[in-house]
């Protein structure tokens, strides 16, 4: 029985890199088609994007300080960016592994905004300290003590973690279609896009706003970015990690909710 030659080394590599580059250029091509929303919402992350981009690097002006919050931003640009690239790869589960992070961050700048002792207490604490009293759950927990909802919330934290980043026996790679049938990256899903999409906005949309507040910029250019990030808002469509399962039984039913 003869059997195709699989390839290996620099072979292999070439040709699962052009699966990705087909994929981007599938995504770029469809994307745009896929209602007014989702083009919306790609727009409005590139200038979201463009002001954390600005806020990271001292474009306006720099206050001379120690650049905490400028380096998180800086963070919540790589993370986003990443994001967007893997999304356009066909990497779907990785991406999501980004919003997750991206997440931390947000409610992180979110902490900082409602309770004004944690940026000190963050950056004076012992790192052994810091990882347990910050960690993503203790810093969630701190929000809703003081009366304030987390901008990235458990459910949607949870199942950011359980899709993305921690295995289970029943864990399947890039299954986002409503049939859960897997596969290896490199192939255009539209719910895997959309998902990635949108769980790409929400944190960054928070993270521009509360880094905003923190940092020591112009009023007129503070609304500025408050108001980009309230459009991305806007234009955020409802395939999120909340809403998929429900999203699934209505395809299952033969419909789709309003």
């Not at 390839?7 to 007014?36: H, K, M, N, V, Y």
């Not at 640009?77 to 961050?105: K, P, Q, T, V």
């Not at 234009?235 to 998929?244: D, I, K, R, S």
């Amino acid at each position: 029985m003869n059997e195709r030659e699989a390839p290996e080394g620099l072979a292999f590599l070439r040709e699962i890199w052009g699966q990705e580059d087909s994929c981007e250029a599938a995504t770029d091509r469809e994307l745009p088609r896929w209602g007014t929303k989702a083009p919306a919402c790609l727009t409005q992350i590139g200038t979201v994007l463009s002001f954390v981009d600005r806020m990271a690097s001292c474009w306006w002006a720099c206050d001379q300080g120690d650049h905490m919050i400028q380096y998180l931003c800086g963070r919540v640009e790589s993370n986003a960016r990443a994001a967007l690239r893997l999304l356009r790869f066909g990497l779907y589960d990785e991406s999501l592994l980004m919003c997750g992070s991206l997440g931390e961050i947000a409610n992180l700048l979110q902490l900082f905004c409602v309770e004004k002792e944690a940026r000190e207490q963050w950056t004076t604490l012992s790192e052994d300290k810091r990882k347990k009293e910050f960690s993503p759950v203790n810093v969630r927990i701190r929000i809703e003590q003081l009366g304030t909802s987390p901008l990235v919330a458990k459910d949607r934290y949870g199942l950011l973690s359980q899709m993305a980043a921690h295995v289970q026996p029943d864990t399947k790679p890039q299954s986002h279609n409503h049939a859960g049938v897997p596969s290896v990256g490199g192939f255009l899903q539209g719910e895997g896009a959309l998902l990635c999409l949108n769980e790409i906005a929400r944190p960054l949309s928070g993270a521009a706003t509360f880094g905003a507040a923190l940092l020591d910029l112009e009023s007129e250019i503070k609304e500025q970015i408050y108001s980009a990030a309230r459009d991305l808002v806007k234009t955020t469509g409802g395939v999120v990690v909340t809403e998929l399962e429900n999203l699934h039984q209505h395809i299952r039913e033969g419909s789709l909710p309003n």
